[in-house]
């Protein structure tokens, strides 16, 4: 279908020269996201962690957002979220809104990381933080009130390339059990030359030059053999809990995010594809102008209730159909 009017209206007043110094394109990238993603939802509870456990120096930043309605003797799910950014940009503050809409969506307590950004600290410090958090969280379900049987991994495009390492090393290091993962337009592979790169390299707000250089602040010297952990679309799958991938039409990482739903499911485990029409990179921050936006919420709460059993939440007016492929069922 067509890109989302509203979409292409955002696109076409974007900035065309981005700022001059790292430092000021964080700062400015911040303000950018918030000022789009609409009022600002309510939620039942938000708190502050720090992850200091570990032979590590620096400790982690972990915000922790209850869903609406749950109460001090509820146990539910939890989704830890790693957020986008290219491995260097973004903070917890400019995922403050995005999260608490996932928290109420999927009925999960969303805790977002603030990992270590490059490249300043480059692979592997962003990805051992997301999963220095993701054992903290389930090691301390208790305490944080949630139940440590249902607990996802997720992320949006950098944060799903973390979050999809994260699990792959839960499985190799016999870590944590998660339950679930969740991916918003992953990152999972450095080939630059896939269909969507091709077909959406310009003009679709993430660029071909852009992730060129996320990839090289990233891994440096290890981009012309990346680890699998940082490339999983590269790694053997088999062992690894069921997953949801979303991947937005306009897209430069559309094809990799498809892929790697095939891939999973060529391994045993059960993916489920869902394409939201219409939309772009960095959708999940643009509810504040282009209302179909609400999409990327609705499929992950529908998809995220299912799996954990959880009531469905009423779906938003604004949500648009898309193409759902879910993985087939094997004996």
């Known amino acids: 279908m ?20 790292l430092e000021s394109l964080r700062a400015e990238t911040d303000l950018a996201l918030r000022s789009i993603q609409g009022a600002l939802e309510e939620i039942e509870r938000i708190d502050d962690f720090a992850v200091e456990e570990g032979k590590y120096d620096a400790a982690i930043p972990v915000r922790a957002y209850r869903p609406l309605g749950t ?68 090691a301390h379900a208790g305490e944080l009130r949630i139940d440590k049987n249902r607990v996802a991994i997720g992320g949006d495009s950098a ?27 992953p990152a999972l592979d450095t080939d630059l ?44 799958l088999r062992g690894l809990p069921s997953a949801t991938i979303l991947v937005s039409e306009y897209d430069p990482l559309r094809s990799e995010g498809e892929a790697y739903a095939r891939k999973l499911a060529d391994s045993d485990v059960s ?9 772009i990179h960095a959708c999940i921050h643009m509810l504040g102008v282009a209302p179909a936006a609400s999409t990327v919420f ?15 939440r009423r779906e938003s007016p604004n949500a648009r159909p898309t193409v759902r492929q879910a993985s087939p069922s094997r004996s």
Request: aromatic share 10%; with cysteine.
């Open 271 to 279: 993916a489920t594809l869902i394409r939201l029409d219409g939309m």
């Open 2 to 21: 067509t890109i989302d009017a509203d979409i292409a209206a955002l696109l076409a007043r974007a900035p065309v020269a981005p700022p001059a110094s």
């Open 159 to 185: 944060g799903g390339n973390l979050a999809a390492g994260a699990a792959l090393l839960a499985r190799d290091r016999r870590g944590p059990t998660i339950a679930h993962q969740l991916f918003v337009y």
């Open 193 to 236: 030359d896939t269909p969507s790169y091709r077909k959406f390299a310009e003009g679709y707000y993430l660029t071909r030059d852009v992730m060129k250089q996320c990839w090289s602040d990233y891994l440096g010297e290890l981009l012309s053999a990346p680890p699998v952990y940082a490339a999983p679309l590269r790694a053997e």
């Open 71 to 138: 109460t001090t003797s509820d146990t539910p799910p939890a989704i830890v979220f790693a957020h986008a950014g290219g491995w260097r940009l973004c903070s917890l503050d400019a995922y403050d809104n995005p999260c608490r809409a996932l928290a109420n969506a999927t009925g999960c307590v969303v805790f977002s990381v603030g990992y270590r950004l490059a490249p300043e600290h480059p692979y592997p410090a962003p990805l051992e933080d997301v999963y220095r958090a993701l054992c903290w969280v389930i």
């Open 298 to 312: 609705v499929h992950a709460g529908r998809e995220i209730r299912d799996t954990f059993g959880i009531e469905p």
